[in-house]
């Protein structure tokens, strides 16, 4: 599927050109919820709630006092999102959406119930199941414009990390196991509620990989070669607030500002990726967590330090420029402070308990031929600023393991 946001030449270039389509309305403060619920009037119309078992013993009251709020509204939840959804979770949500006559949705959670949501939202209003959406119809639906008649979303972001409640992509296992990404400004959510007090009683791991892949939005959206300059503004912005908040919501965790903060640059990076794509950190990455089964912060961190360092020694200059934006360096050395920004975000790996090395990773030169042919397959590989030629990638990939 076609990215919707921004259709650039990918070169930097001044001639560059192309289409802006900005996310919907961003609620945010302490009443940020209670508010979007008013802003969707009418259009909030037998809501699915989307979420996952935890979140919803923890917010489920909160949630359903604010719907309560709007006379006569019905609603149905759907709680059986898990950590890296497969179509499965997609399927089961359709089905409680379509058996309770559902017109709109609400996603209420992290990355996982964004996603899953997305899809959902997508099935429901073409009328598609979720195979059909990887046909030429299904397509055709997914790249068209959003219209009036789209069911209303919302979302309600508990996690400050993907960044999916401003983005227009989810990424969800398919049956066999390997993820699939689906695009299209049609499913990014109308509607956001970012109220930080839902984020205060996340646990330590979930706080710390969610503000870690945040940083990486933010970085890869700054330094790839896609040149929209809005949403350069809103990576760098992003960075700035994420590198910052990330460390200080790690040690004090029932801070309301700390948690204001990460929750509003995950939120930006998510739109800077919307408009920008990625870099070949996250190109690169997504294959391997077919594999190795850990959390998406914990394929991050490694991938992170071996690809970063590569692009580093010939595309030194967009690390350097963010190093001195964010007064982490500046030597007037561009390698030099390149390094000192990419050994910064180390160093919140090492504050998030993210390890740098994968501990029992093993790959065949074969495997790597594989992972390789499917990080190529990333519309954000050639972005990265360092283009990367099909020996290159496998190279890295079997250091990663060595």
Same mark, same amino acid.
């Given at each position: 599927?076609?990215?919707?946001?921004?259709?650039?030449?990918?070169?930097?270039?001044?001639?560059?050109?192309?289409?802006?389509?900005?996310?919907?309305?961003?609620?945010?403060?302490?009443?940020?919820?209670?508010?979007?619920?008013?802003?969707?009037?009418?259009?909030?119309?037998?809501?699915?709630?989307?979420?996952?078992?935890?979140?919803?013993?923890?917010?489920?009251?909160?949630?359903?006092?604010?719907?309560?709020?709007?006379?006569?509204?019905?609603?149905?939840?759907?709680?059986?999102?898990?950590?890296?959804?497969?179509?499965?979770?997609?399927?089961?949500?359709?089905?409680?959406?379509?058996?309770?006559?559902?017109?709109?949705?609400?996603?209420?959670?992290?990355?996982?119930?964004?996603?899953?949501?997305?899809?959902?939202?997508?099935?429901?209003?073409?009328?598609?199941?979720?195979?059909?959406?990887?046909?030429?119809?299904?397509?055709?639906?997914?790249?068209?414009?959003?219209?009036?008649?789209?069911?209303?979303?919302?979302?309600?972001?508990?996690?400050?990390?993907?960044?999916?409640?401003?983005?227009?992509?989810?990424?969800?296992?398919?049956?066999?196991?390997?993820?699939?990404?689906?695009?299209?400004?049609?499913?990014?959510?109308?509607?956001?509620?970012?109220?930080?007090?839902?984020?205060?009683?996340?646990?330590?791991?979930?706080?710390?990989?969610?503000?870690?892949?945040?940083?990486?939005?933010?970085?890869?959206?700054?330094?790839?070669?896609?040149?929209?300059?809005?949403?350069?503004?809103? &990576?760098?912005?992003? $960075? /700035?607030?994420?590198?910052?908040? @990330?460390?200080?919501?790690? %040690?004090?965790?029932?801070?309301? #500002? !700390?948690?204001?903060?990460?929750?509003?640059?995950?939120?930006?990076?998510?739109?800077?990726?919307?408009?920008?794509?990625?870099?070949?950190?996250?190109?690169?990455?997504?294959?391997?967590?077919?594999?190795?089964?850990?959390?998406?912060?914990?394929?991050?961190?490694?991938?992170?330090?071996?690809?970063?360092?590569?692009?580093?020694?010939?595309?030194?200059?967009?690390?350097?420029?963010?190093?001195?934006?964010?007064?982490?360096?500046?030597?007037?050395?561009?390698?030099?402070?390149?390094?000192?920004?990419?050994?910064?975000?180390?160093?919140?790996?090492?504050? &998030?308990?993210?390890? $740098? /090395?994968?501990?029992?990773?093993? @790959?065949?030169?074969?495997? %790597?031929?594989?992972?390789?042919? #499917? !990080?190529?397959?990333?519309?954000?590989?050639?972005?990265?600023?360092?283009?990367?030629?099909?020996?290159?990638?496998?190279?890295?990939?079997?250091?990663?393991?060595?």
């Amino acid at each position: 599927m076609n990215e919707k946001d921004v259709k650039g030449t990918g070169t930097g270039s001044s001639q560059a050109h192309g289409r802006i389509e900005w996310p919907g309305a961003c609620f945010w403060g302490g009443d940020a919820l209670v508010r979007a619920i008013r802003a969707a009037g009418q259009r909030l119309r037998k809501p699915l709630v989307v979420t996952d078992a935890g979140v919803w013993a923890a917010l489920g009251p909160f949630v359903e006092a604010a719907l309560a709020d709007v006379r006569g509204l019905q609603w149905q939840v759907y709680g059986g999102v898990v950590s890296n959804p497969s179509l499965a979770q997609v399927r089961d949500a359709l089905r409680a959406g379509r058996e309770s006559g559902s017109e709109s949705l609400i996603a209420v959670g992290g990355g996982s119930v964004m996603d899953v949501a997305k899809v959902t939202l997508a099935c429901m209003a073409s009328g598609l199941e979720v195979e059909a959406l990887q046909t030429l119809e299904g397509q055709a639906w997914l790249e068209a414009a959003t219209t009036p008649d789209d069911p209303l979303f919302l979302a309600v972001p508990t996690t400050s990390g993907t960044g999916s409640e401003s983005s227009s992509a989810a990424l969800i296992q398919g049956d066999g196991g390997r993820k699939r990404l689906f695009r299209s400004t049609r499913t990014r959510p109308a509607l956001v509620a970012l109220q930080p007090e839902l984020t205060l009683g996340l646990p330590f791991g979930p706080t710390a990989q969610g503000g870690f892949d945040a940083v990486l939005h933010a970085l890869g959206a700054w330094v790839n070669t896609d040149p929209c300059p809005v949403g350069k503004a809103m &990576a760098l912005q992003a $960075l /700035r607030l994420c590198m910052k908040a @990330l460390p200080a919501v790690l %040690a004090a965790p029932a801070s309301l #500002q !700390a948690r204001a903060d990460m929750q509003m640059g995950a939120y930006m990076a998510g739109v800077a990726i919307g408009m920008n794509k990625v870099d070949a950190v996250h190109a690169m990455c997504t294959p391997l967590e077919s594999r190795v089964h850990m959390a998406h912060a914990e394929v991050l961190g490694p991938v992170f330090s071996v690809v970063s360092r590569y692009t580093a020694e010939t595309a030194a200059r967009p690390y350097a420029e963010a190093a001195r934006a964010l007064g982490v360096a500046d030597t007037g050395d561009e390698r030099r402070d390149a390094l000192a920004l990419i050994g910064a975000v180390e160093e919140l790996a090492a504050r &998030a308990r993210i390890s $740098l /090395r994968f501990p029992d990773l093993r @790959l065949l030169p074969e495997d %790597a031929e594989l992972l390789a042919v #499917q !990080a190529r397959q990333s519309a954000s590989m050639p972005l990265n600023p360092r283009v990367l030629a099909h020996e290159e990638i496998k190279s890295l990939y079997l250091q990663m393991a060595a």
